[in-house]
C-alpha cells in the first residue's frame, strides 16, 4: 500500500482525530475578520507571502478528507495547520503530524476572491496607480485554484488601476498599457497576438531582459482592459492532467504600466506544479514539459530566497530560466518595489505531500525558518475476533445450527449428544455431515460447506 491508500483504509480514524483536534483548538465563537483592511503595510519584510485554502469539491467529500486547518489569529489570520495522517514503519501504528506553518495572511476556504484581492493585492495596485512597482506571483499544485484566483485579482486590479484616472486629469491620452506573454519551457509566446506568435527574449543593456516584439495594448478603460486579460487567458495552453482537467501548463505574466505615474504592476501565474504520480502516465512530452516547469519554477525560488533574507542576488541566477529573465527588473528594484507571494493549497488527504511542499516553499519564500511540529499517536478501536468453533461448548454449537440458514439445519441440533462440543464440530468430514442430515447428500454437502467457511472466518 502507499500512504493514500493507507490513508483512506483508516479514513474514519484520522476524521475522527482531526475533528477532536478542531474542537479543542478553534473556539466555538471563532471569527475571522472582514475585508475592510488589506495587510500589506510600509516597512514590512521584503516579500510578503499569503496562503490561500481551497474548499473541498463536492465530490473529494466521498472519497477524500480535509487535512488543513486555518487557525483564527488577532488582528488576522497567520497560521496554518496541516495534518499529515501516517503510519509507522510497520503499517499498523496510526498518527498524524500536525505541522504549524506560519504566513504573513492565511485564507480559510471560505474567504471569497474579492476579501483575497483587498487584502493582499489592492494596496499593490494602488501603490502601482501611484508610481511605485509591485510583482505578485501565484504558486501552487495543479488543481489548488491558482488561475482562478489570479483571474479574480487581475480583474480587480484593473478597477483599481482605472479609478485613479478621473482625479488626475488622465482623462484625454493613454492611460495604460498592457503585455502579456506565456513562457513554455524557456520558448515565449505573445498572447495579445493573433496565432500566439513566439518571441525572442533579449538582454537590455541595464541587466534585464524583454521579450522582443512584444505586443502591446492600451485599454481606455477598465472593462476593456479585462476583455483584453479575458482573451489573453484564452489563448494560454491548458492539458488535461490526473490533477486538474484544464490544467496550465505555461506560465501566464502580466505586466501593467501606467502611462502617466510611470509605475508597474506584475502578475506571474506560474504553471502549476504536479508529483510523479500526476504525470507518470503522460506522453514523453508531456512529461519533459512538467520537468521544465519545474526547473523553472525552482530558479524563481532561488531568486525570490535571497531576496527575503535581504541578501545580494547574484545575476546567474536572474539567466537560469525565461521566466526569471523577465522578472529581473522586478527582482532588482526591491528598494523601489513590493513583492507579494500567494500560495495556493489543496485540502485533500491525497494532495499531503504536495501541500506540504508548497507551505514549505511559501515559509522559505517569506524567511520564515521551518515549520512547528507536534505528533498524536492514534489507537485503532480494538475488534474482538470471533470465538474459533473448536472451543465452543455444546450449548453454543446447537445454537449456531439452529440459526444456521434460518433454521435449516434445526433436526440437526435436535439430533446431536448432550456432550457434542466444538473439538467434536470441528472434526467432522462430509460423510458424517450426510449422516447427521438423515443421508440427504445434499444438505449434508451444504451444511459441510457452511462449516468450513465458519471456521476460515476465525
Same mark, same amino acid.
Given at each position: 500500500?502507499?500512504?493514500?491508500?493507507?490513508?483512506?483504509?483508516?479514513?474514519?480514524?484520522?476524521?475522527?482525530?482531526?475533528?477532536?483536534?478542531?474542537?479543542?483548538?478553534?473556539?466555538?465563537?471563532?471569527?475571522?475578520?472582514?475585508?475592510?483592511?488589506?495587510?500589506? *503595510?510600509?516597512?514590512?519584510?521584503?516579500?510578503?507571502?499569503?496562503?490561500?485554502?481551497?474548499?473541498?469539491?463536492?465530490?473529494?467529500?466521498?472519497?477524500?478528507?480535509?487535512?488543513? @486547518?486555518?487557525?483564527?489569529?488577532?488582528?488576522?489570520?497567520? =497560521?496554518?495547520?496541516?495534518?499529515?495522517?501516517?503510519?509507522?514503519?510497520?503499517?499498523?501504528?496510526?498518527?498524524?503530524?500536525?505541522?504549524?506553518?506560519?504566513?504573513?495572511?492565511?485564507?480559510?476556504?471560505?474567504?471569497?476572491? +474579492?476579501?483575497?484581492?483587498?487584502? #493582499?493585492?489592492?494596496?499593490?495596485?494602488?501603490?502601482? !496607480?501611484?508610481?511605485?512597482?509591485? @510583482?505578485?506571483?501565484?504558486?501552487?499544485?495543479?488543481?489548488?485554484?491558482? %488561475?482562478?484566483?489570479? %483571474?479574480?485579482?487581475?480583474?480587480?486590479?484593473?478597477?483599481?488601476?482605472?479609478?485613479?484616472?478621473?482625479?488626475?486629469?488622465?482623462?484625454?491620452?493613454? $492611460?495604460?498599457?498592457?503585455?502579456?506573454?506565456?513562457? =513554455?519551457?524557456?520558448?515565449?509566446?505573445?498572447?495579445?497576438?493573433?496565432?500566439?506568435?513566439?518571441?525572442?527574449?533579449?538582454?537590455?543593456?541595464?541587466?534585464?531582459?524583454?521579450?522582443?516584439?512584444?505586443?502591446?495594448?492600451?485599454?481606455?478603460?477598465?472593462?476593456?482592459?479585462?476583455?483584453?486579460?479575458?482573451?489573453?487567458?484564452?489563448?494560454?495552453?491548458?492539458?488535461?492532467?490526473?490533477?486538474?482537467?484544464?490544467?496550465? =501548463?505555461?506560465?501566464?505574466?502580466?505586466?501593467?504600466?501606467?502611462?502617466?505615474?510611470?509605475?508597474?504592476?506584475?502578475?506571474?501565474?506560474? #504553471?502549476?506544479?504536479? *508529483?510523479?504520480?500526476?504525470?507518470?502516465?503522460?506522453?514523453?512530452?508531456?512529461? +519533459?514539459?512538467?520537468?521544465?516547469?519545474?526547473?523553472?519554477?525552482?530558479?524563481?525560488?532561488?531568486?525570490?530566497?535571497?531576496? #527575503?533574507?535581504?541578501?545580494?542576488?547574484?545575476?546567474?541566477?536572474? *539567466?537560469?530560466?525565461?521566466?526569471?529573465?523577465?522578472?529581473?527588473?522586478?527582482?532588482?528594484?526591491?528598494?523601489?518595489?513590493?513583492?507579494?507571494?500567494?500560495?495556493?493549497?489543496?485540502?485533500?488527504?491525497?494532495? @499531503?505531500?504536495?501541500?506540504?511542499? @508548497?507551505?514549505?516553499?511559501?515559509?522559505?519564500?517569506?524567511?520564515?525558518?521551518?515549520?512547528?511540529?507536534?505528533?498524536?499517536?492514534?489507537? !485503532?478501536?480494538?475488534?474482538? #475476533?470471533?470465538?474459533?468453533?473448536?472451543?465452543?461448548?455444546?450449548?453454543?454449537?446447537?445454537? $449456531?445450527? +439452529?440459526?444456521?440458514?434460518?433454521?435449516?439445519?434445526?433436526?440437526?441440533?435436535?439430533?446431536?449428544?448432550?456432550?457434542?462440543?466444538?473439538?467434536?464440530?470441528?472434526?467432522?468430514?462430509?460423510?458424517?455431515?450426510?449422516?447427521?442430515?438423515?443421508?440427504?447428500? =445434499? !444438505?449434508?454437502?451444504?451444511?459441510?460447506?457452511?462449516?468450513?467457511?465458519?471456521? !476460515?472466518? *476465525?
Amino acid at each position: 500500500f502507499d500512504k493514500n491508500e493507507l490513508r483512506m483504509m483508516q479514513k474514519s480514524l484520522f476524521v475522527e482525530a482531526l475533528d477532536r483536534y478542531r474542537s479543542s483548538t478553534l473556539p466555538p465563537s471563532a471569527k475571522f475578520p472582514d475585508c475592510a483592511v488589506c495587510t500589506l *503595510r510600509p516597512g514590512q519584510a521584503p516579500v510578503q507571502v499569503f496562503v490561500r485554502k481551497r474548499p473541498l469539491k463536492q465530490e473529494e467529500y466521498l472519497e477524500d478528507f480535509d487535512v488543513l @486547518t486555518a487557525l483564527p489569529g488577532q488582528p488576522f489570520p497567520t =497560521r496554518l495547520a496541516l495534518h499529515n495522517c501516517l503510519f509507522k514503519a510497520d503499517l499498523k501504528t496510526p498518527y498524524i503530524s500536525h505541522l504549524e506553518f506560519e504566513f504573513d495572511h492565511v485564507f480559510p476556504e471560505q474567504s471569497d476572491n +474579492q476579501e483575497v484581492y483587498r487584502l #493582499a493585492a489592492f494596496d499593490l495596485a494602488l501603490n502601482c !496607480r501611484e508610481g511605485g512597482c509591485g @510583482t505578485m506571483f501565484m504558486f501552487g499544485q495543479t488543481g489548488s485554484g491558482k %488561475t482562478h484566483t489570479m %483571474t479574480a485579482i487581475e480583474e480587480f486590479a484593473a478597477e483599481t488601476l482605472f479609478e485613479g484616472q478621473d482625479h488626475s486629469g488622465g482623462g484625454d491620452g493613454d $492611460w495604460i498599457s498592457v503585455e502579456f506573454v506565456e513562457l =513554455r519551457g524557456n520558448r515565449c509566446f505573445d498572447l495579445l497576438a493573433p496565432g500566439s506568435k513566439e518571441l525572442k527574449i533579449r538582454d537590455a543593456s541595464n541587466g534585464t531582459f524583454y521579450a522582443e516584439g512584444a505586443v502591446q495594448l492600451r485599454p481606455r478603460s477598465a472593462s476593456s482592459l479585462c476583455q483584453v486579460l479575458r482573451d489573453a487567458h484564452a489563448r494560454r495552453a491548458t492539458v488535461a492532467t490526473e490533477a486538474n482537467s484544464t490544467s496550465s =501548463r505555461s506560465h501566464a505574466l502580466c505586466t501593467l504600466r501606467m502611462l502617466k505615474t510611470k509605475g508597474q504592476l506584475m502578475l506571474a501565474d506560474c #504553471a502549476g506544479t504536479e *508529483r510523479r504520480k500526476d504525470s507518470m502516465h503522460h506522453s514523453k512530452e508531456r512529461q +519533459q514539459e512538467a520537468s521544465e516547469i519545474n526547473a523553472s519554477l525552482y530558479a524563481l525560488k532561488e531568486c525570490i530566497r535571497p531576496i #527575503a533574507l535581504r541578501k545580494e542576488l547574484p545575476q546567474h541566477k536572474l *539567466r537560469a530560466s525565461a521566466l526569471t529573465q523577465l522578472l529581473a527588473g522586478a527582482l532588482t528594484r526591491l528598494d523601489s518595489s513590493k513583492l507579494l507571494v500567494i500560495c495556493t493549497v489543496s485540502p485533500c488527504a491525497s494532495d @499531503t505531500e504536495h501541500t506540504l511542499s @508548497t507551505l514549505r516553499t511559501g515559509m522559505a519564500l517569506g524567511g520564515r525558518g521551518a515549520e512547528k511540529e507536534v505528533q498524536e499517536m492514534l489507537t !485503532r478501536p480494538r475488534v474482538d #475476533a470471533p470465538v474459533h468453533p473448536s472451543k465452543w461448548n455444546p450449548g453454543e454449537v446447537k445454537s $449456531w445450527l +439452529q440459526e444456521l440458514s434460518n433454521g435449516n439445519f434445526k433436526d440437526v441440533a435436535a439430533g446431536l449428544p448432550s456432550n457434542f462440543d466444538g473439538k467434536m464440530l470441528v472434526r467432522v468430514n462430509e460423510a458424517r455431515c450426510t449422516q447427521l442430515c438423515s443421508n440427504d447428500a =445434499r !444438505r449434508g454437502a451444504a451444511l459441510y460447506s457452511l462449516l468450513h467457511e465458519r471456521i !476460515r472466518a *476465525r
